[in-house]
C-alpha cells in the first residue's frame, strides 16, 4: 500500500525558514520521480518543486525558486523540501507526491505569519 507521512510544518515569521520531509513507503522510492505540492485556502493544489529518480535533475516553480530547494534520500525512503526566506503567500498544506501513484498523504500546514 503507498503511503505518504509529512512532517515539518508550522508556524514560520515572515523570512524564516522550515525543512519538510515525507516519508514514502509501500512502493520502490528509488525509482520513481517525486514532487512537492501545495494547497492554499481557496486555491488549487499546485506543483512547488520536482525531483527525477536516476539523474537528481531539479525542477521549480517560479515563484519559489531559489528558495527552496527539492532533496531525497533513497536509502532512506524520504523526500525533503527546505524553505529558506518564507513569504505569506507560502502559507499552504504542502504535500508529497510521487506523480505516477494516485495517492496523495494528509499534508503539513505551513503557515507564514508575524
Known amino acids: 500500500q503507498v503511503r505518504f507521512v509529512e512532517s515539518g510544518g508550522g508556524l514560520v515569521q515572515p523570512g524564516g525558514s522550515l525543512r519538510l520531509s515525507c516519508a514514502a513507503s509501500?512502493?520502490?522510492?528509488?525509482?520513481?520521480?517525486m514532487a512537492w505540492y501545495r494547497q492554499a485556502p481557496g486555491k488549487e493544489r499546485e506543483l512547488v518543486a520536482f525531483?527525477?529518480?536516476?539523474?537528481?535533475?531539479?525542477h521549480y516553480a517560479d515563484s519559489v525558486k531559489g528558495r527552496f530547494t527539492i532533496s531525497r534520500d533513497n536509502a532512506k525512503n524520504t523526500l525533503y523540501l527546505q524553505m529558506n526566506s518564507l513569504k505569506s503567500d507560502d502559507t499552504a498544506v504542502y504535500y508529497c507526491?510521487?506523480?505516477?501513484?494516485?495517492?496523495w498523504g494528509q499534508g503539513t500546514q505551513v503557515t507564514v505569519s508575524s
Open positions: 525531483i527525477a529518480s536516476a539523474s537528481g535533475i531539479t
Open positions: 509501500g512502493f520502490t522510492f528509488s525509482t520513481h520521480n
Open positions: 507526491q510521487a506523480p505516477k501513484l494516485p495517492t
